[in-house]
C-alpha cells in the first residue's frame, strides 16, 4: 500500500506530478488552484528530484514555455484557473497542433470573465471541444476526489505521451479545496521507453532534421494533418474512455454528472434508495473521449436521465448525442460559485424525469 | 459509523483547524474523512465553516444540508445551521457573545463554555480545543491517543511543543461541557 496522507486536492496534484517524475511546471498564480504551485516550492522539486519550477511573468509566457519544453520531450505541466486557460488557448491549440505531450491542469472557477472564485464545471465546452482555434482535442480527465487528482496526473501523463497530444485534467474549487485521505503511488523515473524519434534536442550527424511546428502553409498538407490527428481522436474513442458506474445495476432512473457534481449525486442516489427509488449514477472520469456507449446502452435500460453539471447546461448536449431521443434527458444545474445540495439534486429529479 | 459534522464560526477561532484535527484522527483510525472549506468572499467578513465528514465507507458529497453535529461559534452560524441539524442530532455552541439562544427541542443542545475557560488558561488560542474536547466527551468516535496523533500530524513542527497545552485544553473541554436540555 502506497503513502496515506490528508491532503487538499491542489497539493495532490503537485505531490502527484513530483512522483510521476514531471520535468517541468509552468505557471502563474491564481486562485482557487494556487497551492498547486506554492506547494512545488515549498517542496523545493529542484532538491527533490530536479524538477524544473518557474512561475512565469504571464500565463500565456508559461504555456509557451510548456510548447517549448515539451518539443524536446520533457515530461512538462501548466496550471491555471478558467481566466488564466482562456489566456493559455492560444498556446494549447499550437501545442496539439505540434502534437506534443504536455499536462494542462484547470481547476475551474465561476465564469465568464473574470467571473467568481467559487466551484463551476462552465468550462466543460472550453476544454472538450477546442477551447482554442482548429480541429482539435484535448484528452480530458475529471477528477472527483483527491484521490483521483493523484491518480489522474499519472495517467494524464501516460496517456500525453502514448497519443503525443496535450492532456487536461477538468477539476474545479471544489475538489481543487477538499482535503481527502489519498494513497500516494510510488516515485516513478521519468518513462523513457517512448518513440522519442520526434524530440528536438539537437541534430545528430546520423539522421534527419526534426521540426516541430503547427505550420502547414500547403493546403493539403494541412489537411492531411487534420485527417492524422482524427486518426488518434478516434483511437482514443475507442480504447481510452473511462467511466464509474455507482448503483446502476437495477437503476430505473439515472443521473449523469462527473467531478464535484457526481459527488453530490452519489449522496442522492443514496436519498433516493432511501425513499425506494432506484436511482443510479454515471460518472464519467474521461470527457474527452466522451462515454458515448456506456450512456447509449444505459438509455435501454432506464427511464430517464438526469444532468447535473456546475453550468447552466453543456455536458447535457453530450449526454443527449448518446441518448440520440431515446429516452427523456433533462438538466439541473446551478452556476457562478453555487452549489446544489443532493437534497435538491434529487428533487429535480422527481421534478423532470420521475413525475414528468 | 457515518458523522457529518458543520464547524462555523468566525475566521481566526480556528474553525478549520479544529476541523483539520477531526479530520487526521479520523484516518488515524482507518475511516474516510472529508474535510470542506468555505473559502473565498463567504470566509472574509462573514462566517468561517467547515464541514468534516467521519465515515467507515466510502464518502459521497462533502457538502451537505442537513448534519448530524453541528459546533457552532458565533451567533450568525447558531442563526444559519440551527435548522441544519438532523432531528435527533448534536448542537455543541459556545455561548461566549451568543444573545438568541437554540430552540429546537428535537436535537439534543449541548453548551461550551469555551471562550471562559481560555482565558483561564496560558493563551486563549486554545479555544478551539477546548470546544473539540466537549465535541469528543458527548461524542467519543475517535480515541483519545488518535487525537494526539492528529494533532501531531496537522501541527507543524514547530508548533509540536505546544501539545500539551492543547491536551489540557481538550480535557477542559471535556469536563465542561454541559446539556442545556434533555
Known amino acids: 500500500m502506497g503513502e496515506l496522507r490528508l491532503m487538499k486536492g491542489n497539493e495532490a496534484i503537485a505531490e502527484a506530478a513530483i512522483r510521476a517524475g514531471c520535468d517541468a511546471y509552468f505557471g502563474y498564480p491564481i486562485t482557487p488552484q494556487s497551492e498547486i504551485i506554492e506547494y512545488l516550492a515549498a517542496e523545493e522539486t529542484h532538491k527533490r528530484t530536479g524538477m524544473v519550477l518557474l512561475q512565469a511573468e504571464s500565463e500565456i509566457a508559461a504555456i509557451n514555455m510548456v510548447y517549448g519544453a515539451a518539443s524536446t520531450g520533457k515530461k512538462v505541466m501548466t496550471s491555471s484557473s478558467s481566466p488564466g486557460i482562456s489566456l493559455k488557448q492560444e498556446g494549447i491549440s499550437y501545442i496539439a497542433g505540434a502534437e506534443l505531450p504536455c499536462l494542462i491542469v484547470n481547476v475551474v472557477r465561476g465564469g465568464p470573465g473574470l467571473g467568481t472564485i467559487q466551484p463551476s464545471q462552465a468550462d466543460y465546452f472550453q476544454a472538450t471541444k477546442g477551447g482554442g482555434h482548429g480541429d482539435y482535442r484535448l484528452i480530458v480527465l475529471a477528477p472527483a476526489s483527491v484521490q483521483e487528482m493523484s491518480d489522474f496526473v499519472k495517467l494524464a501523463f501516460d496517456l500525453a505521451f502514448k497519443y503525443r497530444n496535450p492532456a487536461m485534467i477538468l477539476s474545479d474549487g471544489m475538489i481543487g479545496q477538499m482535503m481527502e485521505k489519498v494513497e500516494l503511488f510510488d516515485p516513478v523515473p521519468r518513462n523513457t521507453e517512448f518513440d522519442q524519434s520526434w524530440v528536438i534536442t539537437g541534430k545528430t550527424a546520423d539522421r534527419e532534421r526534426n521540426i516541430i511546428t503547427s505550420l502547414h502553409l500547403e493546403s493539403a498538407s494541412m489537411e492531411k494533418h487534420n485527417q492524422e490527428l482524427q486518426k488518434k481522436y478516434i483511437q482514443m474513442q475507442e480504447q481510452e474512455v473511462r467511466i464509474e458506474k455507482i448503483q446502476c445495476e437495477d437503476a430505473e432512473f439515472l443521473f449523469v454528472a462527473y467531478g464535484s457534481s457526481a459527488r453530490i449525486c452519489q449522496k442522492a442516489v443514496d436519498l433516493a434508495r432511501a425513499e425506494g427509488i432506484k436511482t443510479g449514477l454515471l460518472r464519467p472520469q474521461t470527457l474527452f473521449p466522451f462515454p458515448t456507449k456506456e450512456i447509449e446502452k444505459m438509455a435501454g435500460q432506464v427511464k430517464g436521465i438526469l444532468t447535473v453539471e456546475l453550468s447552466m447546461g453543456q455536458m447535457v448536449e453530450d449526454v443527449r448525442l448518446a441518448v440520440n431521443g431515446k429516452i427523456k434527458v433533462e438538466f439541473y444545474g446551478r452556476a457562478g460559485g453555487m452549489i446544489p445540495t443532493p437534497e435538491e439534486v434529487l428533487k429535480a429529479m422527481k421534478q423532470k424525469i420521475i413525475g414528468g | ?182
Open chain 2, 1 to 182: 459509523m457515518n458523522e457529518e459534522i458543520i464547524i462555523a464560526g468566525f475566521g481566526g477561532q480556528g474553525v478549520l483547524s479544529m476541523g483539520k484535527i477531526l479530520a487526521y484522527s479520523g484516518m488515524m483510525q482507518n475511516m474516510e474523512v472529508s474535510w470542506m472549506p468555505s473559502y473565498g468572499p463567504e470566509m472574509r467578513g462573514g462566517t468561517a465553516n467547515v464541514t468534516v465528514i467521519l465515515s467507515d465507507s466510502r464518502i459521497s458529497s462533502p457538502i451537505l444540508n442537513v448534519y448530524d453535529t453541528a459546533i457552532i461559534l458565533n451567533q450568525q452560524s447558531l442563526d444559519k445551521f440551527e435548522e441544519k441539524v438532523k432531528p435527533g442530532g448534536l448542537l455543541l455552541y459556545d455561548t461566549n457573545g451568543i444573545t438568541r439562544h437554540p430552540k429546537r427541542t428535537d436535537i439534543k443542545i449541548y453548551q461550551v463554555e469555551a471562550a471562559a475557560e481560555a482565558a483561564k488558561m496560558a493563551t486563549t488560542k486554545t479555544f478551539n480545543m477546548i470546544v473539540l474536547g466537549g465535541y469528543l466527551k458527548l461524542k467519543p468516535i475517535i480515541d483519545f491517543e488518535d487525537i494526539k496523533n492528529g494533532l501531531k500530524k496537522s501541527l507543524p513542527k514547530r508548533h509540536h511543543h505546544l501539545i500539551p497545552l492543547n491536551i489540557d485544553a481538550l480535557e477542559r473541554g471535556m469536563k465542561i461541557v454541559k446539556a442545556l436540555n434533555n
